[in-house]
Nanobody
Framework: QVQLVESGGGLVQAGGSLRLSCAAP????????MGWYRQAPGKQRELVAT???????NYADSVKGRFTISRDNAKNMVYLQMNSLKPEDTAVYYC????????????????WGQGTQVTVSS
């Protein structure tokens, strides 16, 4: 089973910044869309930002102008730079790949990581 590994979460004061990283295993390739989602306690998981293989980006309205998604295709990495953080950004952040090819499994769809906690204090 293919799994992604997120890092970079933590505790930060409102107005601060964090940079999340997500690594996909080297055994997968031809990655289509990479994205970040988040889930706050008692709420459904929601989209934060996505980036296509051609680097087209999409953001939730709540993070536009504050968050920036980027990817390094050579390293199978996706990043989320989060600035001007607010307490309402507190959530577990998950990395996702919508589809890719795996050396072991062939086609792989809807790949997730285990999540990284981001806590913003007021």
């Amino acid at each position: 089973q293919v799994q992604l590994v997120e890092s970079g979460g933590g505790l930060v004061q409102a107005g601060g910044s964090l940079r999340l990283s997500c690594a996909a295993p080297g055994s997968i390739f031809s990655i289509n869309v990479m994205g970040w989602y988040r889930q706050a306690p008692g709420k459904q998981r929601e989209l934060v930002a996505t980036i296509t293989s051609g680097s087209s980006t999409n953001y939730a309205d709540s993070v536009k102008g504050r968050f920036t998604i980027s990817r390094d295709n050579a390293k199978n990495m996706v990043y989320l730079q989060m600035n001007s953080l607010k307490p309402e950004d507190t959530a577990v952040y998950y990395c996702n790949i919508d589809r890719a090819l795996s050396s072991y499994y062939g086609r792989a769809y809807d790949i997730w990581g285990q999540g990284t906690q981001v806590t913003v204090s007021s």
